[in-house]
């Protein structure tokens, strides 16, 4: 089953917290993914912390079209500094 985001935050630099459908929450640092067309805008931080759930697909998304899978986000969630 493909994990839901149901909350997302921008907190600071390029990391976002992240809960889930199942609870599962902690946060994601997403510097080291901004490459490609669609994500290279968000290497500015006030584009950056436009960040929003898709109300869909359940996952960050931003306003110019990027988007960020589920499955990343919660492979790469780090629990211990959960904010």
Not at 68 to 80: G, Q, W
């Amino acid at each position: 089953m493909i994990p839901e985001v149901a909350v997302a935050r921008y907190v600071r630099d390029f990391i976002v917290f992240v809960r889930f459908a199942n609870g599962h929450e902690g946060t994601v640092d997403l510097q080291d993914v901004l490459h490609g067309p669609m994500f290279e805008p968000l290497k500015v931080k006030d584009i950056f912390c436009q960040l929003y759930i898709h109300p869909d697909f359940k996952t960050l998304c931003w306003p110019n079209g990027a988007d960020i899978a589920p499955e990343f986000l919660y492979e790469n969630l780090c629990v211990s500094e959960a904010v």
